[in-house]
């Protein structure tokens, strides 16, 4: 069955905190994608990726980074996280080569900043 | 610019009745490709539909149907005889032919009620 995985189903971290959100995907996809989703914003694009170590930013990529070492592994990482970045990460794949398939999606990672 | 718009917020209706969710769209794009997805409680996000720019064609798929209709920007997603298991969330998604970038309506909370 394929598959993307978030590491992390729930974290608690402080504010200041460095904070790294896994992602890895075993469907060979070429993108991938970060969203966090907040109650009455819907989904919105932090960073996406057509390749390894290429990104694109999206819609809210302010206080965040990622890193795409391996195509099978894009990570979300929060330098110093601050309350506001207390949200439902989700992370996202789907092929390249103009197939522009539908999105397969992780269960989640929800993220209280304390 | 890119946009999508999910106008109904929430809506609640009682079991066995019909329900249409409006998504209206923007894009400059000739080609490109509109998603409707459903976030049950549990939360894992399940694609529904792909439907591409040259075809208007609507779609039925047992109680869901799809009324695509470029002339007014609109992708609608109707439930006939609506169930309980029916209430979720539910997402349009716009992608663009250009580049891989996805973008998500607000989303629509669905209430059938027993």
């Known amino acids: 069955d394929v598959k993307v995985t978030q590491s992390s189903r729930y974290l608690v971290k402080r504010t200041g905190e460095k904070v790294f959100l896994e992602c890895v995907q075993d469907m060979d996809h070429e993108n991938m994608f970060w969203y966090r989703q907040d109650p009455g914003l819907g989904l919105r694009l932090i960073y996406f990726s057509y390749d390894v170590k290429m990104k694109e930013k999206g819609d809210i990529p302010e206080g965040y980074s990622v890193s795409r070492e391996k195509k099978e592994r894009f990570s979300l990482i929060l330098e110093s996280a601050s309350t506001n970045q207390t949200s439902m990460y989700l992370c996202?794949?789907?092929?390249?080569?103009?197939?522009?398939?539908?999105?397969?999606f992780g269960e989640g990672s929800r993220l209280t900043v304390l | 610019a890119q946009k999508v718009t999910q106008a109904q917020t929430e809506i609640s209706v009682v079991e066995k009745e019909d329900v249409t969710l409006d998504c209206v769209y923007e894009t400059r794009d000739t080609t490109y490709y509109l998603f409707w997805y459903k976030q049950p409680p549990s939360g894992e996000l399940v694609f529904l539909i792909r439907?591409?720019?040259?075809?208007?064609q609507n779609e039925i798929s047992g109680r869901y149907s799809w009324n695509f209709q470029k002339s007014t920007s609109s992708f609608n997603f109707t439930i006939t005889a609506s169930q309980v298991v029916d209430s979720a969330v539910y997402f349009c998604?716009?992608?663009?032919?250009?580049?891989?970038?996805?973008?998500f309506g607000k989303g629509t909370r669905l209430h059938i009620l027993p």
């Open positions: 998604a716009l992608r663009m032919n250009r580049d891989d970038k996805i973008i």
């Open positions: 439907r591409n720019s040259f075809d208007e």
């Open positions: 996202a794949s789907t092929p390249g080569g103009g197939s522009h398939r539908e999105l397969f």
